[in-house]
């Protein structure tokens, strides 16, 4: 099942590859940001693009910096500077263009950013990097604070990814159990739609409801799932 949520964001992602420098994805978790960004990847063309990929986003700014150095390929020097010139150095070195992608980057430290700002800006050069920031939306504000601004203008695409509507929510679940062997009809139309008002849209929490319920009915050799039986789910397991 094509996902449009997903397709249009591929396709600003797509410009991003050919035009951007600097790339933002916001979303709550569970809404598909990591799917996202594993398209992304499998799709960038091999021979144009080394894609490093950075989840420890808790580390301090130094750490960050080593880490993407070492990720490089690079034993991290000794000091800011010279990681930050190693860096440069190694970058304009690669063959491929190199992008970064930072995912959970709403936790990032807020000097690391920074970092990130310099690398992509050195004084009249322009190297082959792009930096593609991932996070939940708490990232939106962070970006807006004014020791930021040079960053958030250098921004040239922006995407956030939004629950699925009720329909899509449906049809979801129906493709979810199909590709387990499964039948859709096992779900009640009324209960198809109470997962999605539970779940507020949110394609991990309509997985987890969806879940608990299929394990609850054959706990009891139930063979139809209604809008009773995720109500119960729900109370049962108190899941948000």
């Given at each position: 099942?094509?996902?449009?949520?997903?397709?249009?964001?591929?396709?600003?992602?797509?410009?991003?590859?050919?035009?951007?420098?600097?790339?933002?994805?916001?979303?709550?978790?569970?809404?598909?940001?990591?799917?996202?960004?594993?398209?992304?990847?499998?799709?960038?063309?091999?021979?144009?693009?080394?894609?490093?990929?950075?989840?420890?986003?808790?580390?301090?700014?130094?750490?960050?910096?080593?880490?993407?150095?070492?990720?490089?390929?690079?034993?991290?020097?000794?000091?800011?500077?010279?990681?930050?010139?190693?860096?440069?150095?190694?970058?304009?070195?690669?063959?491929?263009?190199?992008?970064?992608?930072?995912?959970?980057?709403?936790?990032?430290?807020?000097?690391?950013?920074?970092?990130?700002?310099?690398?992509?800006?050195p004084i009249g050069e322009k190297i082959p990097l792009k930096i593609l920031l991932?996070?939940?939306?708490?990232?939106?504000?962070?970006?807006?604070?004014?020791?930021?601004?040079?960053?958030?203008?250098?921004?040239?695409?922006?995407?956030?990814?939004?629950?699925?509507?009720?329909?899509?929510?449906?049809?979801?679940?129906?493709?979810?159990?199909?590709?387990?062997?499964?039948?859709?009809?096992?779900?009640?139309?009324?209960?198809?739609?109470?997962?999605?008002?539970?779940?507020?849209?949110?394609?991990?929490?309509?997985?987890?409801?969806?879940?608990?319920?299929?394990?609850?009915?054959?706990?009891?050799?139930?063979?139809?799932?209604?809008?009773?039986?995720?109500?119960?789910?729900?109370?049962?397991?108190?899941?948000?």
């Amino acid at each position: 099942m094509r996902d449009p949520r997903i397709d249009d964001a591929l396709a600003g992602l797509q410009f991003f590859e050919q035009q951007g420098s600097i790339g933002l994805i916001l979303g709550q978790t569970g809404i598909g940001k990591s799917s996202l960004l594993r398209l992304f990847i499998h799709d960038l063309p091999p021979n144009r693009y080394q894609p490093i990929y950075l989840h420890l986003t808790t580390l301090n700014a130094n750490a960050f910096l080593r880490l993407i150095v070492t990720r490089l390929g690079e034993k991290p020097r000794m000091g800011k500077d010279r990681m930050l010139l190693q860096l440069l150095d190694r970058i304009n070195q690669n063959e491929k263009s190199t992008l970064l992608i930072v995912d959970e980057a709403h936790l990032i430290d807020p000097k690391a950013l920074t970092d990130l700002r310099v690398l992509i800006s050195p004084i009249g050069e322009k190297i082959p990097l792009k930096i593609l920031l991932c996070g939940q939306e708490d990232l939106r504000h962070i970006l807006k604070r004014s020791s930021h601004a040079d960053l958030l203008h250098r921004i040239t695409l922006r995407l956030f990814l939004k629950p699925y509507p009720r329909e899509q929510t449906a049809l979801y679940i129906d493709n979810r159990i199909t590709m387990a062997g499964g039948s859709p009809k096992i779900f009640e139309p009324e209960a198809k739609g109470l997962i999605h008002d539970y779940a507020a849209g949110v394609p991990r929490q309509i997985n987890n409801i969806s879940t608990a319920c299929l394990l609850n009915a054959a706990s009891q050799d139930i063979h139809k799932i209604n809008d009773a039986m995720v109500n119960n789910v729900m109370a049962q397991f108190q899941l948000p």
